[in-house]
């Protein structure tokens, strides 16, 4: 059973995060977590947009909060986002992984640790190769590991990367990943 979802996106991830979240009903019962490479500024402009388009209750993840269904949290810019055992998330100003921070690799292999099995992890498209090394663990724990099919990504180097590191993910379309998700926690 999923507990929690977590997504990483690099370039192009905007559309691509804005076609899934919005397609998701307001009774959705996982917590959604997003890693989104975006430029570090002040405000997370994107949560604002997606809050004014989504069913769902967007923000931006708090240091200690404890996760709630239906709620998509975004890593603040400039912190890596972690999920606890509890929980609950936590945000840390550690050094940078794969020349990003927020990394995908670091939301994803504390959701392995914390959840094993009960977590699915989805990459989107994007440009570098952060995320592959968090799926490969979500893979190796019992988790259910989707890639966006690089065939529909805007930029394909980062499924690429996720599917060479997790041959057993599941390549899908946006349209896909949506149904699945709705089948899975709606």
Known sequence: MTRAIVIGASAGGVQALSSILTALPPHFACPILVVLHVPQRNDNLLVELLRARCLLEVKEAEDKEMLQQGTVYFAPPGYHLLLEKNMSIALSSDEPVNYSRPAIDVLFETAADALERDVTAIILTGAN??????????????????????????????????????????????????????????
Not at 158 to 169: E, F, I, V, W, Y
């Open 129 to 186: 190769h952060d995320g592959a090394e968090g799926l490969r663990a979500i893979g190796a724990a019992g988790g259910t590991a989707i890639v966006q099919d690089p065939q529909t990504a805007e930029v394909a180097t980062m499924p690429l990367a996720a599917l060479a590191a997790c041959p057993a993910a599941k390549a899908m379309s946006i349209d896909e990943i949506v149904l699945h998700l709705r089948q899975e926690a709606a």
